[in-house]
Each structure stands twice: as C-alpha cells, then as structure tokens.
C-alpha cells in the first residue's frame, strides 16, 4: 500500500476514533466538550488532538454533521420503504424514523435539537444535512399536490408577513412547486414533529401520557390530516 494512502487510512481512523470518544462525552458532559478530556481519555496530549480537529468548535461541527446525516439516512429508508402511492404511509414512516432514530441516540439528538451551545455558530454546510428531514415531508407534500390528493383550501388565510417568508422559502433548492398555504401546512407539521418529540425525550410528558408510541401515531395521523393528507 503506497505510503499516502496509508497515512490518509491512518488518519481517517484516528478522526474516528476522536468522534466515538467526543459522543461518549456527550452522553456525561453535554455539548460542553473539551478537547483536552477528549484527548486524555485517547491517551494523546491535547496538542496531538488539534492536528485532527483545529478547534472545539470544528469536532462541534464535525458531530453535528454526522447525526444530521445519520437522522436523514434512518429517516430516508423508512420512508423509503413505502410505497410511493401510499401518502398516509409514507408520512407516518418519516415521523417514525425521526422519532426512532432520536430516541436510539438521544444525546446527538441533544446536540442538534436542544438547548444550542454557548458561544458556537454553526456554519453554512450544516444546512443542507439539517434540511434533510424537512424536504423528505416536503416531497410527500408536493407528491401529493401533484396528484390532486393535497389541496390548498379555498379562502385559507395567512397573515401577510407570514405569507412573505413563505413565498421566500418556496424559492429555496427544494420547496418549490408548492401552494403557500400547502407549505404553510408543512412547516407547523415540522415543528411540531420534533417539538413533540422533544417534550418525550426531554421528560415533558412524563406522568402525562403513558402509551407514547399509540399517542405520537395519534399526533402524527392529525398533523397529516391539517397537512392535507388523508
């Protein structure tokens, strides 16, 4: 094996084995990370650390990208898995695969979804990842709309502020093609996705709700039903 894709091997494993360490401490310390503890737990002292990562921060996002991504690939492949015909289907296949996957690995779920990390600006190639979920209700939305099953109501009001950003975001890679009112539809459906997700794995319906699995598919169904989907 030629000495340069070794070193590159080499290099690719020890960035690796830096993250697992980094989740590990998440699961204790939060997105409070140091890259000193990070590197004591390697046995490596910390100014070997930072020929992998320059930063806090860049290990930060490095983690970010990858539970964006991993969220989005879990997500895709349960949505995947139905047929495309099938609106309800694949809706509640998406909704499972977001909540399955948080509840899997609830402190990257922490990392991308709760309280944000003092002092940290993620940067502009988190975007794309963070969208990933977000488009995938978008396209059952738009399949729907083109196959006359999703329709924007008559007469359906939307304060005029809100209807600037709408027509803003439908012209983003992705939404567009869509009624403002449809896409009005699917942005309540995203928050509302992960808020209930949140108030679960952070406690908020603890002592409220006992059989979550048959509450969220309860939710989910009326989120898909106010989408337009039936």
């Not at 012209?171 to 449809?182: D, F, I, N, S, T």
């Amino acid at each position: 094996m030629p000495a340069q894709t070794l070193r590159a091997r080499v290099r690719a494993e020890m960035i690796e084995e830096i993250k697992t360490t980094a989740r590990r401490h998440l699961a204790v310390d939060g997105a409070n990370l140091s890259l000193r503890a990070v590197a004591r737990d390697l046995g490596m002292v910390s100014s070997a650390v930072y020929r992998y990562f320059a930063s806090r921060d860049e290990l930060l996002t490095a983690l970010i990208l990858d539970a964006y991504n991993s969220l989005g690939v879990a997500t895709e492949q349960a949505e995947g898995a139905v047929a495309r015909s099938d609106l309800p289907g694949r809706w509640l296949a998406t909704c499972r695969g977001v909540r399955d996957w948080a509840r899997a690995n609830p402190h990257e779920y922490a990392l991308i979804y709760g309280s944000p990390v003092p002092g940290y600006a993620a940067p502009q190639d988190t975007i794309a990842p963070a969208s990933r979920v977000a488009l995938l209700l978008v396209a059952i939305l738009r399949d729907g709309h083109e196959r006359g099953r999703v329709r924007a109501e008559r007469g359906e009001r939307i304060p005029r502020v809100v209807r600037t950003q709408l027509a803003q975001l439908g012209r983003q890679p992705g939404l567009g093609g869509l009624p403002e009112a449809v896409l009005a539809r699917g942005v309540t459906a995203w928050v509302h996705l992960f808020g209930l997700i949140n108030f679960e794995l952070f406690g908020r319906l603890d002592d409220v709700i006992d059989d979550l699995d048959t509450y969220f598919d309860y939710e989910m169904g009326t989120l898909a039903r106010h989408a337009g989907i039936s």
